[in-house]
């Protein structure tokens, strides 16, 4: 799979995250591993596409926050991957946290 980044990017990314390219690789094939479920279950209307077809026009955005929840799971961050992972869906949702 092609993914909507350069080497630089990635290693960038990987460098904030603190990955080994061990950690790095684990976590591109996640995503892809994760992308490829997402293809396997999608719209008839998609169904004469090839994976690479539906997958070519992924977003930056879209790729970096899967990079950055991927990476901290697999470096072991998994508290930091599940609060980003909330903070996107309340933002997204427009949810607003209760008051404790």
């Known amino acids: ?5 350069d080497d630089a990017t990635l290693t960038g990314w990987t460098s904030r995250l ?17 992308l490829r479920v997402g293809y396997a279950h999608r ?7 090839t994976f690479d077809e539906v997958t ?14 991927s990476g901290l799971r697999i470096a072991g961050h998994h508290e930091a991957a599940h ?13 607003t946290p209760k008051s404790h």
Not at 1 to 5: A, H, I, L
């Open 83 to 95: 609060a980003i992972e909330m903070r996107v869906f309340r933002t997204q949702f427009q949810i």
């Open 56 to 69: 070519a026009d992924m977003d930056i955005d879209e790729l970096a926050l899967m990079f950055l929840t």
């Open 1 to 5: 799979m092609k993914f909507p980044v």
């Open 43 to 49: 719209p008839t209307a998609l169904r004469h596409l």
């Open 18 to 34: 603190g990955l080994t390219e061990e950690q790095t690789a684990a976590t591109l094939r996640h995503i892809e591993k994760t």
